[in-house]
């Protein structure tokens, strides 16, 4: 039982600490709480945590898989190139058309803020090689085996530090009542710039690792 407590919180704080930095997932959760309410802004957040875990999940049963063959990392990390190159030009297009108009409130259902979490979440492809690695990790440190138990701590720990984050992002930015105008209009180019750093971390990752 020891074990499993530990290993929920070393998890649960290296989930934490990955989603903390500004980035695709937690921006958005912050953009749809602003621009459709709190509650969508957590239910975005909760279709996030849910793809996350089925990633950790996918990291769990594959981790042996891509340390015996390290080559798969770095295809996913091209694959993410890819990604974050479309999303760039994405949200720049975005702002640029949003810019030229007044913010409108959109109303749309909490069904489709949960899929639009899920999508996202699903298209950040360097999720799968982290939790392999943090599992491989934990294997080494003696925290986690192969077992039901051990898996599905892993499991909800990374899907819970993963919501804390999201949701710390949607109540911080919805208590900016005063700056949610200027959040909304600017989002999408942060978003731009975010997509952009990104790419550049993913090619040093890529030539320099």
């Not at 039982?1 to 980035?23: E, K």
């Not at 409130?105 to 639009?116: D, G, L, P, Q, T």
């Not at 720990?157 to 009542?177: N, P, Q, R």
Request: proline letters at 2%; glycine letters at 4%; hydrophobic letters at 55%.
């Amino acid at each position: 039982m020891t074990h499993l407590l530990i290993l929920f919180f070393a998890t649960f704080s290296a989930a934490f600490m990955a989603t903390v930095p500004p980035g695709l997932l937690n921006m958005n959760a912050a953009k749809t709480s602003v621009e459709k309410g709190k509650l969508n802004g957590v239910i975005f957040s909760l279709g996030v945590s849910t793809m996350i875990m089925v990633q950790a999940y996918i990291a769990v049963l594959i981790s042996k898989f891509l340390y015996r063959n390290p080559e798969i990392i770095k295809w996913l990390q091209v694959a993410a190139l890819i990604v974050f190159s479309f999303f760039a030009v994405y949200f720049f297009l975005l702002a640029r058309r949003s810019s030229q108009k007044p913010i409108k409130m959109v109303r749309v259902s909490k069904k489709n803020s949960f899929f639009k979490g899920l999508l996202l979440a699903a298209l950040n492809f360097l999720t799968i090689p982290y939790y392999s690695a943090l599992n491989a990790m934990w294997n080494a440190s003696g925290w986690i085996q192969f077992k039901i138990s051990d898996i599905a701590t892993f499991i909800f720990a990374a899907g819970c530090g993963t919501f804390s984050v999201l949701y710390l992002y949607t109540v911080y930015f919805t208590k900016l009542e005063s700056k949610t105008e200027t959040f909304s209009k600017n989002s999408n180019y942060i978003l731009s710039v975010l997509m952009l750093i990104l790419l550049v971390i993913t090619l040093i990752r890529i030539f320099y690792t």
